[in-house]
C-alpha cells in the first residue's frame, strides 16, 4: 500500500512517483509503434500488434482486479480506476485504428485480405457455408436462457455470442437472449482455398463464418442484435501455503477455478447493440468503463494464425541464426570443465546461441566424473530437453536436484506436469521456500576431479526456455569460481532443506541481502558525489518500482552522481528528473531482459548482474540472485554490449521527459539511426563468418 503523500520522504514529496499501471501500458505504446513502422516487415508489424493484445490481457488478469473490487463495493470509479481505464481505452482505440488503417490496407496491396460476408462471392459463401456446417456447427451449443437454463460459465478470454431472439421457442416460450459459446479447439483465422479465393491469400475469421449463420443455430426463431464478446477474468492464482498440505495438488485444483475468475474486462463488437451491451454489463457486475467497443476481432492475439497461415519470407524478419559461444568452443579432447577452470565464460543470448547452455548440461550428465547435478526450474516452456538431460543424468545414476516454481506465473500447469516427471525417475524435486518465489536461475555441477569434487556453475539473467532464449536479450555466465559456485551450493541446500544461510561469499541473495546491498551501492556513488569524487550508475533492468531504491536513486542523482537507467517496462521513478538521471527504454526486435548494474564511486568500479529487476517483490518476496563480474575482459564486454550500446542506440530507444512521457530518440544531425540489436546482430555474424 503506498504511503499518503504527506508520510512520503522528502525527496518522493519533491518528486512524486509515476503510477505504475499507467507506466505499464505506456510501455506497450512503445511495443505499438513497431507496429506502425515502414522499415518493420508488414507480417512482423502485425505481430507486434497481436504482441500488444497479449500484454494488455496479462494487464487486466493480473492488475485490474483491485479497481474492479473496489467498485463492486462502493458503486464509484474511483481517480486511479478511470485513469487506467482511460489509458486503456486510448491504447485500444490505437490499436484498431492501425489494425483497420494501415495494417489491413498494407496486407490488401499485398493481395491479401480478411474478407467479411458481404465482400465474399457467391462462390465463397458456399465454402464458408459447406465450412461451417461440416466444420463448426456440430461443436456449438446456443444456450436460450430462461430459469431452468441461466447464464452459462463463460471461460477467460473465450469468444462468444450474445443473441437476441424473436418469437417463440418450442413450448411456446419468449426466451429472447441466447448465449453461443465457441469452442477454443476451433481456428480463430481460416485461410480460403486456391480455387473458390481467385488469385488471391483470402482468409476468414471464425467469428464472421459464425455471425453468418447464426440463424442455422435458432432453427424457428428470427435473430435480431446480437455481437461476439469475450470476458476478461482475473488470473493471479493463489493460495494460502500455510494452509495447504500438497501446494503442488492445490494449485492443480486452482488451474481449472482460474478460467472463471472474477470478470474485469468485457469487449464486445462496436455494433453491439446498448441493451445487450447493458445486459453483459449486468451479467458480470462490471462499470461501463470497463467495457470495450472494438472495430473488428475481440481478440487480435488470436491473428498470429495469421502469420502462421501465409508463406512470405519477404514479409518477415531475415532469419537471425545465432552463433555458437566463442568461449565454448572446445578441441576434440577438450571439454566445456577444461574451459571453465581457466576462465569463466558468457553467452549473449540470442546474439549467441542457448545451445552452448544445452551442451554444458549435456556433458555434464555424460561425464561419469560427474556425481551431482542441481537446477532451479521456473519458466522452461515445451521443450524438454533440458528435462530430458536430467531425467537422463539419474537414470546414469547422478545426484539430480530440482528445485521447481510451481507459481510461474501462467506456467504452473506446465511446471507440476515437469515436476511430476521427474519425481517419477527418481529425482529429488522441491518447491522452494513457502511465501517465496524461487526466481533465481542456477544449474550446478558437481565433479570429481583426482581427490577433491569441484563444481561448476551456470547463472542467468533469465530462464531455461530455449524458445524464449532466441527471443530475449538475457545473459548466461558460466563459472568455475570456488566462492561463487559455494554460494550456489548453500542455496540450493537452503531451498531444499530451510536451514539457516551462512554469509555468502560472492552472491547477494534476495530476500535477504540483495535489497539493502543495491540501495548501499547507489548511496556510496551518492556520497562519492558529495566528495567531489567520480560517482556513476549505469542500471538496465526490466522494471523500476521498488520505493526504497527509487528513493535512494533520487537522492544520489541530487547529489550530483550520473545516472543512466535502461528500464524496458514500468519505471514509477518521478517524471520531474533531476538534472543528473536519465532514463530510457529500449524496444527492439528482441524483448530486452538482462538485468545489467553498474557502481562507480571515487576509484571503485563494480559490475553486476542479477535474476532480478528493481521491484519490490523481486527484492523481498522472491529468491533471486545478483552476482559480480570480476573478470576484466567479461566485465568490459558486458559494458560496451549491454550498456554503452543501449545508451547510443538511436533506432529504438525512448527516453523519458516532461510528465512521464517518452519519445523515440532521433539520431544526431547528418548520422543514420543505429539500434543496438542491429549492430550486435552484424557484430555476431561477422564473428560467425570468420569462424566457418
Known sequence: MPLSASKLPAILQKYPLQDRDLSILGFNHRVMHWAERPDVPLLERLRYLCIVSSNLDE?????????????????????????????????????????????????????????SHLDRTEVQRRWVRELFLREVKPLLVPIALDPAHPFPQVANKSLNFIVQLKGKDAFGRSNEIAIVKVPRVLPRVLRMPEKVAGGETLFVMLSSVIRAHLADLFPGREV????????????????????????????????????????????VSSACSDELA??????????????????????????QQLIQLVVAPELLFKPYVASYPAQLRVEPDESIFDRLRSKDA?????????????????????????LAIKQTIYRTGNDSRMIDLLIEAQRRGKEVTAVVELKARFDEEANINWAEHLERTGAQVVYGVVGLKTHAKMLLVTRREGRHLRRYGHLSTGNYNPRTASLYTDLSYLTADARLTADMEQLFVHLASHSRLPRMQRMLLAPFTLHKRMIEKIRHSGEAARRGQPARIVAKMNALTDQAMIEALLIAGDAGAKIDLIVRGACMLPAQLTKNIRVRSIIGRFLEHSRVFYFRAGEKEELWLSSADWMNRNMLRRVETAWPVTDPQLRQRIIDECLVAGLHDSLDAWTMGEGGKYHLVAPGSGAPARGSQDALMARYSAQRGVEK
Open 278 to 303: 447493458q445486459f453483459l454489463l449486468r451479467q458480470f457486475k462490471l462499470p461501463p468503463e470497463a467495457m470495450f467497443r472494438v472495430q473488428g476481432p475481440v481478440n487480435l492475439v488470436r491473428l
Open 59 to 115: 494487464f487486466f488478469e493480473v492488475r485490474a482486479e483491485a479497481h474492479i473490487s473496489a467498485w463492486r463495493e462502493t458503486s464509484r470509479v474511483d481517480a486511479g480506476m478511470r485513469s487506467m481505464l482511460d489509458a486503456a481505452h486510448a491504447l485500444v482505440e490505437r490499436q484498431y485504428a492501425i489494425y483497420n488503417g494501415s495494417l489491413m490496407r498494407a496486407l490488401a496491396a499485398q493481395g491479401m485480405r480478411i474478407v
Open 346 to 370: 558468457l553467452i549473449h543470448l540470442p546474439f549467441e546461441s542457448f545451445d552452448g547452455v544445452i551442451d554444458f548440461l549435456r556433458q555434464a550428465v555424460h561425464d561419469p566424473a560427474v
Open 224 to 267: 435480431g442484435e446480437f455481437s461476439h464478446f469475450r470476458v476478461t477474468r482475473h488470473s493471479d492464482l493463489w493460495v494460502d501455503e500455510e494452509e495447504v498440505k500438497n501446494l503442488r495438488t492445490a494449485l492443480r485444483q486452482g488451474l481449472h477455478q482460474r478460467h472463471y475468475g472474477e470478470a474485469v474486462r468485457l469487449e
